[in-house]
């Protein structure tokens, strides 16, 4: 790759490589200005700026977690618990408070959870080298499990610090947002910086890229992959409490099938599966697509909602014939 | 094979034996906490008792694994058999709903075939993102299990669909010779998919496509046309399955048929001891691993346990099984076994085919 760009002309090289990388992501956002403009054009109410607001609002916790997963997923692996980490989540957190403890140390036991099954799951697939698919589901199977097995119907929240994170609205101007969104905007910026800055953001991106190599250069690749598993569980955790935020209560069927929509959310991001090329900011993008196509099946009434899923599927389906088309030319330019 | 010295870690070695060490303690287990589970009779001529109700439970189960086996083995994963389950099943009972006489064998017959020809255009898209295309399978059936859902629920309008044909409930309930027909139904096609693979050299090429697929494609091997057979033939009987369902309970539910569904089917192939890497297969092996997932479920059903807290043990006994075979695993406390299993495991695989025909 290297000696091929340099036999050729550096001023071809230099314009196609920026948007190679960065292509997926700019179609995304594209994507999402394009059904914002077909919002804001049908509907009157569209263009109102708590349309976006709420998008973050119903989205926040799909988005902490796609997050999360974007990191897995960056690592080549996946991750299928996510979902029922977040129902186990909001579970402990409603069933503990019911039972009178304080809530800083239900918070404190909540957030423990999750990147612990993470940690066990990573460290079961690193060192018996069993498929991330297979233990990751075997975790899913797990948390759902101990929910039901927590509570088999929902458990209401009443407590005053829950409610009051709840029930806070953060006023500009006309327009409010909850407590979840910021924290939802910390967690994404804290990743982000995470990817991009730091040594363990490099490493996630080698292994992805090819973990052989990586394990040549010396990187720690065992740690690096245990550490993605722990943080997606963290993720999840934190998913979890901005869900029972948002309902306040704990239900052992909550987020059923949230593990798809992060995974849908990662990749019409731009994140490629494979591993090893994708941003954070990408996973932003897909979930406000995703919140933007829910929002505006409501505004129009007469579809239903499996349209959701299909639409889905469809957005799916083209950004990874894009991925596919870029993979190809990537390709013959190596090959070269 | 020759006498017991080597035969005995040669059983123990054995990629089965752990699955069915397991399955032989579930049933010992169902048979101490409720003795009349081992009991097995026959009532106006069929056979009736629990064991064969766990059976006929997992047929739908080994029907679809035995599809996900074959995509497995050409190193692909197909996640959508959950929503082909899911529009095979709304297509025939919609189709059957629409009629005057819903008993008429013709009318089901033709709702059958649309919802197989249907199954297997979806089998056809499947197949060609992944081989035409060149998509990541885990990716390219996420789309179709995404939007298979919600287009099953478009065929049912969001509704579930009861229907009353006695043809039809045939498939999920009906008795053929004293055995009921979904039995015999998964029966015959495990025979036809083993004779198919293990009788020709289909087998072998779809093990070689998935051990090596541009290896394989040098040597001669269309290895993009086995890709595209193997989704083909796994929607086929995630089709089946489908109509099994749906037959069970008179109603299509494009919503929760067939639900998780591709999970179980590639938890039985794991457990059967089909490498998720592709490359071979042991169709004995998931067999095994549906009967044991479904006699785990219904156990915990009988044990009067809440079905999702069976999610906790079904959780255990999988990541106990994958452990146990995983070679890392076991190399950690047994060298010589890792060098022992690989040779044994053709000549167990062979010995059980020549059982099974």
Known sequence: MSTSQLVERPDRTTRWRLPRRQLPVLVSLALLLVMYGIGVSQYQAFSNIQVVFNVFIDNGFLLVVAVGMTFVILTGGIDLSVGSVVAMTAMVSAALLRDGLPPALVLLIALLIGPTLGFVMGCVIHFFEIQPFIVTLAGMFFARGLCTWISSSSIPITDGFWTSAAQERIRIGENFLTVGVLITVAVVAVAAYTLAYTRLGRNVYAIGGNPQSALLMGLPVGRTRIAVYTISGLCSAIGGILLSFYTLSGAPLIAVGMELDAIAAVVIGGTLLTGGAGYVLGTVLGVLVLGVIQTLITFDGTLNSWWTKIVIGGLLFAFIVLQRLLGFRKKSLSTR | ?357
């Open chain 2, 1 to 357: 094979m020759s006498g017991w010295r080597t035969r005995l870690p040669a059983v123990t070695g054995h990629r089965l034996f752990w699955p069915v060490v397991v399955l032989v303690l579930l049933v010992a287990a169902n048979a101490i906490y409720r003795p009349s589970f081992l009991t097995v009779e026959i009532k106006n001529g069929h056979l009736y008792g629990s064991l064969v109700d766990i059976v006929r439970l997992s047929a739908p189960l080994i029907l679809v694994a035995l599809g996900m086996t074959l995509v497995i083995a050409t190193g692909g994963i197909d996640l959508s058999v959950g929503s082909v389950v899911a529009v095979s099943g709304a297509v025939a009972c919609l189709h059957i709903s629409r009629q005057p006489d819903q008993n008429s064998l013709g009318g089901v017959l033709v709702a059958l075939a649309m919802a197989f020809g249907v199954s297997l255009l979806l089998g056809l898209w499947n197949g060609t993102l992944v081989a035409v295309i060149g998509i990541q399978p885990i990716i390219a059936t996420l789309i179709l299990m995404v939007a298979g859902r919600g287009l099953a629920q478009l065929i049912t309008s969001g509704q579930i669909i009861t229907i009353n044909s006695d043809p039809y409930r045939m498939i999920g309930v009906g008795h053929v010779l004293t055995l009921p027909f979904a039995i015999v139904l998964a029966l015959a096609v495990t025979l036809l998919v083993a004779v198919l693979t293990r009788r020709t050299a289909l087998g072998m090429i779809v093990e070689a496509v998935g051990g090596n697929a541009e290896a394989s494609r040098l040597a001669g091997i269309r290895a993009r046309r086995i890709t595209l057979l193997a989704y083909v033939v796994s929607a086929a009987c995630a089709a089946v399955a489908g109509f099994m369902m749906t037959a069970n309970v008179s109603s299509a539910d494009g919503n929760a048929a067939g639900l998780w569904v591709e999970l179980d089917a590639i938890l039985a192939v794991v457990i059967g001891g089909t490498s998720l890497a592709g490359g071979r297969f042991y169709l004995g092996g998931t067999i095994v691993g549906a009967l044991l997932i479904q006699t785990l479920t219904t156990s915990v059903y009988a044990m009067n346990i809440d079905p999702q807290t069976a999610l906790l043990f079904k959780a255990m006994v999988v990541i106990a099984v994958c452990l146990v075979q995983a070679p890392a695993f076991r190399a950690k406390f047994r060298r010589r076994r890792a060098t022992t299993g690989g040779p044994t495991a053709p000549t167990g695989e062979q010995r059980k085919e020549q059982v099974a025909a």
